[in-house]
């Protein structure tokens, strides 16, 4: 039995990887080629789970819908700078304890156990508490789980970079992205399938849903086949954390790809701005409906896409989101700005945002899978650590930024971050090839 379940996983991987003869194993070991086909899967099963579930709580869509459901609108403003920032700071003294253990694996299940843990307390704080107090506990739970968050970040690049050969990782996050994307499509539908908002139980239902999708991702995960790899002895951690920060001084490819990336921060702040212009037209929940199938079917339609050609230049994939995101911004912000070129069809805009969300998986892909084929071993680690600290930081002065220059012009934001993405994807095009 256990040849036959290998023979399957076998076969199965060798139609995803499309391999025919022999497999194609670089930068890993003999021993660790030989597990590929089981460790590929039980990742890409963990990833849809986990990814699954980040799309039933999204920040810009469900969670801020039950904020205002629980009586809490004014605190809609901190979700997103919360979970994206709350996990990438802390990441330099994460990767430090990290790097101080053979076996990376256990890192990811703490933390998928942790974000079950919490979003069961959001479920908890909307069942047993009203309004603003429901509110600040929905905010304290999303805290904990962006820190859960930040060790499953820096764990999953460095195990797949041991357990998954180069030219598979990029179709791996793009695999696991559709599948979840297709899941929440049909999640969608039903959810808006009335026309009307869903209900308060259904809130709390989908948090218990959510909460399995990461307990059942961490056993999942927790099943995964790692070789010992390298440590980097048993210093304090928060001492090699911020020694780590000279590689920005002393890694020119290194700092330029962190440039890049803070330039590129344009596709995920845009996005918020695209859902106020529209809803300063009209309020539904169709609107809101269309918004989260938008983002939905665009991880559906295009990670795999990005995922097969990241696997073969992912600064190709890095140029293009950019591209595209860059185009989509300066066009909407232009469309409210300039006089008479006034958007009155307000399901333009899930359209926009629907392809800013393509150019975002893009860019996202692109530049996880660039940092993971760009080195290896403890670097690798260290890389991963370091840029998700100083991004983070920068995200939260970015965002800041942009929350005040939206109070005089959301289509003035819009232009700035298209800007960036400008300039963002320009430096790209200076970005080496890796593959």
Not at 292 to 321: E, K, P
Not at 424 to 432: E, F, H, V, Y
């Amino acid at each position: 039995m256990p040849e036959h379940k290998s023979s399957t996983a076998d076969q199965l991987y060798s139609l995803i990887a499309n391999e025919e003869d022999a497999r194609v194993c670089r930068d890993i070991s003999d021993d660790a080629c030989r597990e590929v086909p089981g460790n590929f899967f039980l990742i890409l099963g963990s990833l849809i789970l986990t990814k699954l579930g980040d799309l039933l709580i999204s920040p810009k869509t469900v969670l801020a819908w039950l904020l205002g459901a629980v009586g809490a609108p004014a605190l809609v403003a901190w979700l997103v700078p919360i979970r994206e920032s709350g996990s990438l700071i802390p990441q330099m003294v994460i990767g430090a304890w990290m790097r101080r253990k053979p076996v990376r694996k256990w890192f990811w299940v703490l933390g998928s156990f942790g974000q079950a843990a919490c979003v069961a307390a959001m479920g908890a704080s909307v069942w047993f508490l009203e309004g603003y107090a429901a509110g600040y506990g929905i905010i304290a739970a999303l805290i904990v789980f962006s820190l859960a968050r930040g060790f499953c970040s820096v764990a999953i690049k460095d195990v797949q970079g041991k357990c998954v050969p180069k030219t598979r990782r990029g179709r791996l996050s793009g695999l696991a992205t559709t599948i979840s994307g297709m899941a929440t499509v049909g999640l969608t539908i039903v959810l808006f399938h009335d026309r009307g908002d869903p209900s308060f139980l259904f809130y709390i239902l989908l948090l218990a849903f959510a909460t399995a999708l990461w307990l059942i991702a961490g056993g999942l995960f927790s099943g995964v086949k790692e070789e010992a790899g390298e440590t980097g002895g048993g210093g304090n951690a928060m001492k090699k954390a911020f020694s780590s920060l000279s590689l920005l001084r002393d890694d020119p490819p290194f700092r330029h790809f962190v440039i890049t990336r803070a330039l590129l921060l344009c596709s995920a702040l845009a996005a918020p701005y695209f859902v106020l212009l529209a809803q300063r037209q009209e309020e539904s929940g169709w609107l809101l409906g269309a918004f989260l199938l938008g983002s939905s079917l665009a991880s559906s339609v295009s990670a795999s896409v990005w995922g097969w050609m990241a696997d073969r230049s992912s600064r190709q994939v890095l140029i293009l989101g950019a591209a595209i995101a860059t185009t989509v911004c300066l066009v909407i912000g232009a469309m409210n700005v300039v006089p008479g070129l006034e958007i009155t069809w307000v399901w333009f805009y899930p359209g926009a945002f629907f392809v800013l969300s393509i150019a975002h998986a893009g860019v996202r892909l692109g530049r996880k899978t660039y940092l993971v084929d760009m080195t290896g071993g403890n670097k690798r680690t260290d890389y991963t650590a370091v840029s998700n600290t100083v991004i983070g930081v920068l995200l939260l002065i970015a965002g800041g930024l942009s929350a005040l220059a939206a109070l005089i012009s959301n289509g003035a934001v819009i232009i700035f971050l298209g800007l960036m993405g400008l300039a963002g994807t320009i430096s790209a095009l200076r970005m080496k090839e890796v593959e």
